[in-house]
């Protein structure tokens, strides 16, 4: 049999092929004389990647962040990586070392307010956001793994596209190609926190494998202020780690099968002692990829997600609150169809399901006596079944593009019950089911003006279901409690954008894109009173921009550069009418990067990174500023021996003074000036 694996698994060119290879093709001749005249068998493509984009996919802004640049992240975590996509945004600015993580909400282009993801993560084509909370575990995706992610902004239509109001961000793990047969990395800091990660990637016959894991462990540093801190203060100390399994094998010359299997468990300490929070996990999946005439994208798959927090009261520093246990399960899948319909026409027909269900169970504590004074548990279930259909139509120069969604959401079996210190019931709540049908829509152009220009516009309508954590959980920032609402109605955004993608020279590109969002329904924290928020939704939130995208790239230097400006207004209405013209929570009206690097010779690699976020507010009053900040990053890698590279990277360079929370002049940091070194092997 012809084998043909393709990219993502050719072995690279300086090294030897096994001896089993070099035998086998020694043998070849022979066998092909043996057979006598006969056919030559079909040849079998594996790549581990899914069907790819459409002809259209680069009307709806998109763009694409290489494995160089993934790796060559100061910190080594993924959302740093992210954040040099204009537009892209955290609900806060810590990072997963010193962050709570419920508040790892992703998106785009202004539209958050709370810490929920209105931006769909795939990892491999999987939704990874967390069931009960809609957060993303950061922590559990290791950069290094990874061959590309594809950032499309704007609402989506296609596969899982209810989630997709912001944009769509797409993480491709890499191949035997890009990692090697065995590659690692462990780093140490000044604080003597460590960084370690392994893989291992053989070829497998007509496919292969990657196994992967990654510990990351620390003292943290003081997220208090100096002035700020008493005998209770602590550092951010994080513990954690992740180990992750791929499986590619082809089971005919059209078809693959891609397994996957993801655990992780990340514990923090925010603040004060005592102050833990922990989130694990356990994910799998199973993916059939065709390439035939009628070509398929097949795939089912589970989550299983624990998360547990402990607040501490900011005057008695004891516990108020115990989230012992928030256990979640997801599941779902999606089967695409590409049938080959002719005449310029890229067809794609298919439904998905997303479904989570969980509930959670804490125990209020009183600050002064420790008495336990109510506990609480409350849940429920959402499901989002979608049917989609999508065309692009390829008229010489200028592609057209349109695709619709019919979504049947429901909101079942929610509940809420408390009892107080003795177990005696306090109050048991069962809520009405509720479902119904959402349709939504987008649509574009893409307009060659030649080799070096294309014009583009899009339009789009899309929804996000309320998460479980929106609708059932309250949670404390300690003085302030926010009040979940069972009552919660669907997001629904309508869009549109238009841009301008030019390749002025060889090694050269630029690209702008103006935008106009409104999301209707906006979920937010509504302030009630000084120590009290409720989840509401907002009448909408209005967001408009402008987004510019560029690289240059000149022999050994290469420089990736990105901007946004977002004006984003809230609209209160009702009782919320005192929110109106107000930017939402967390929200930055510029943000920026520039990374500029420097190849000097095979396997080495200099590389520097600015980055800017405006001022933004912490709540949704306009009360607590959180002052812009900018900072430096410096990465640098040298060569020792063969694939061994000594590494060192440089977090905030100039020591800015990052606020990441401002209750009432309370605050909180993030990370100060921070040095790594340390080795890599197969980078």
Do not use: C
Not at 96 to 125: E, F, K, Y
Not at 221 to 239: E, G, I, L, M, N
């Amino acid at each position: 049999m012809t084998r043909r694996a393709g990219a993502a698994i050719a072995p690279p060119v300086d090294r030897k092929p096994p001896a089993f290879l070099a035998l086998a093709a020694a043998l070849a001749p022979a066998a092909a004389l043996a057979q006598d005249g006969a056919p030559e068998p079909p040849v079998i493509v594996v790549t581990g990647q899914g069907l790819g984009q459409t002809p259209a996919s680069p009307a709806y802004g998109t763009q694409v962040i290489g494995r160089e640049q993934i790796v060559a992240s100061a910190s080594g975590r993924i959302e740093d990586v992210l954040a040099s996509a204009a537009g892209f945004q955290q609900f806060r600015r810590s990072d997963s070392r010193s962050a709570n993580p419920s508040a790892q909400g992703v998106t785009l282009r202004a539209l958050g307010g709370n810490a929920t993801s209105r931006a769909l993560v795939l990892l491999d084509g999987v939704p990874l956001a967390d069931p009960f909370f809609g957060y993303v575990p950061l922590s559990a995706v290791a950069p290094e793994r990874l061959g590309s992610i594809r950032i499309t902004r704007g609402g989506g239509s296609g596969p899982f596209g209810a989630g997709a109001l912001a944009g769509t961000i797409e993480l491709d793990s890499a191949g035997p190609a890009t990692l090697g047969p065995l590659s690692g990395q462990g780093l140490v800091n000044q604080r003597g926190e460590t960084e370690l990660s392994a893989s291992a990637a053989p070829v497998l016959g007509e496919g292969f494998a990657v196994l992967g894991g990654r510990w990351d462990r620390g003292q943290g540093f003081h997220t208090a202020p100096r002035d700020q801190r008493v005998a209770a203060s602590t550092r951010a100390r994080f513990d954690s780690w992740s180990a992750s399994a791929r499986l590619v094998q082809p089971l005919a010359p059209d078809y693959e099968v891609q397994l996957r299997a993801l655990a992780f468990e990340d514990r923090r300490t925010l603040r004060f002692a005592g102050a833990d929070s922990s989130s694990k996990g356990h994910d799998l999946s199973a993916r059939l990829v065709g390439r035939g005439r009628w070509q398929v994208d097949a795939l089912a798959y589970v989550q299983w997600r624990n998360f547990t927090n402990v607040v501490i009261s900011a005057t008695r520093f004891t516990p108020v609150l115990d989230q012992r246990d928030t256990p979640s399960t997801g599941l779902g899948g999606k089967l695409e169809l590409r049938p080959p319909v002719g005449g310029g026409h890229v067809l794609r027909l298919g439904a998905d399901l997303r479904r989570a269900e969980g509930e959670l169970f804490e125990d209020a504590y009183n600050a002064v006596t420790g008495a336990r004074t109510e506990q609480r548990n409350a849940g429920g279930t959402t499901s989002d079944w979608g049917l989609f259909v999508e065309d692009d139509w390829r008229l010489g120069p200028l592609v057209l593009t349109g695709g619709l969604r019919a979504d049947r959401t429901s909101i079942a079996g929610g509940f809420y019950r408390a009892r107080d210190g003795s177990g005696a019931p306090v109050e048991d709540i069962a809520y009405l089911d509720r479902a119904g049908w959402t349709l939504s829509w987008r649509g574009g152009a893409l307009w060659a003006l030649g080799p070096a220009l294309r014009l583009r516009a899009a339009a789009y309508r899309g929804l996000r279901l309320p998460t479980l954590n929106e609708l059932y959980r309250p949670f404390v920032v300690f003085p302030v409690v926010t009040q979940a609402n069972a009552a919660l109605e669907n997001e629904r955004l309508e869009g549109i954008e238009a841009g301008a993608d030019w390749q002025p020279a060889a090694g050269a590109s630029l690209s702008l894109t103006g935008f106009d969002n409104r999301l209707a329904g906006a979920i937010a924290n509504v302030t009630l009173a000084p120590d009290l928020r409720q989840r509401r939704n907002l009448e909408a939130i209005e967001a408009r921009g402008i987004e510019l995208a560029g690289a240059l790239e000149r022999g050994r230097w290469r420089l990736d550069a990105s901007l946004a400006y977002s004006d984003a207004r809230q609209r209160g209405g009702g009782a919320a009418a005192a929110l109106d013209g107000f930017r939402p929570a967390q929200t930055p009206r510029w943000a920026g990067s520039a990374m500029l690097a420097w190849q000097p010779a095979r396997g080495a690699r200099l590389a520097a990174m600015l980055r800017h976020v405006g001022d933004q507010f912490e709540g949704d009053r306009h009360d607590d500023v959180l002052p812009a900040a900018t900072t430096i990053d410096l990465f640098a890698q040298a060569p020792v021996a063969g694939r061994l590279a000594a590494v060192i990277r440089v977090e905030n360079l100039l020591g800015e003074r990052i606020v990441t929370r401002n209750q009432g002049g309370s605050i909180d940091l993030g990370a100060p000036l921070t040095g790594w070194a340390g080795l890599r092997y197969g980078f």
